[in-house]
Nanobody
């Protein structure tokens, strides 16, 4: 069983930055894909970005050029660097390992 713990969320003004971290209790190297999803109030959970073991990445169009996903297998941690944040990025952000294991989520609020 792998536990995922997200951190780094908070309140930020539009145009600001946050860096989310997802620390795993075990090795993430065995997981082919690690990802970040988000769920805004009243909306379905959506994929934000996924990174595979080979380093290839997929991200949703709305975050391209602003968000960057990365993984550090040695530290068993996945990151989501979020720049140029917009109010519509407000959501609970979840980390996942192959959509099998999920963290508890971290709130990101973008507001002036």
């Amino acid at each position: 069983q792998v536990q995922l713990v997200e951190s780094g969320g908070g309140l930020v003004q539009p145009g600001g930055s946050l860096r989310l971290s997802c620390a795993a209790s075990g090795s993430i190297f065995s997981f082919y894909a690690m990802g970040w999803y988000r769920q805004a109030p009243g909306k379905q959970r959506e994929m934000v970005a996924v990174i595979r073991r080979d380093g290839s990445i997929n991200d949703v169009d709305s975050v391209k050029g602003r968000f960057t996903i990365s993984r550090d297998n040695a530290k068993n941690t996945v990151y989501l660097q979020m720049n140029s944040l917009k109010p519509e990025d407000t959501a609970v952000y979840y980390c996942t390992a192959e959509n099998r294991y999920w963290g508890q989520g971290t709130q990101v609020t973008v507001s002036s």
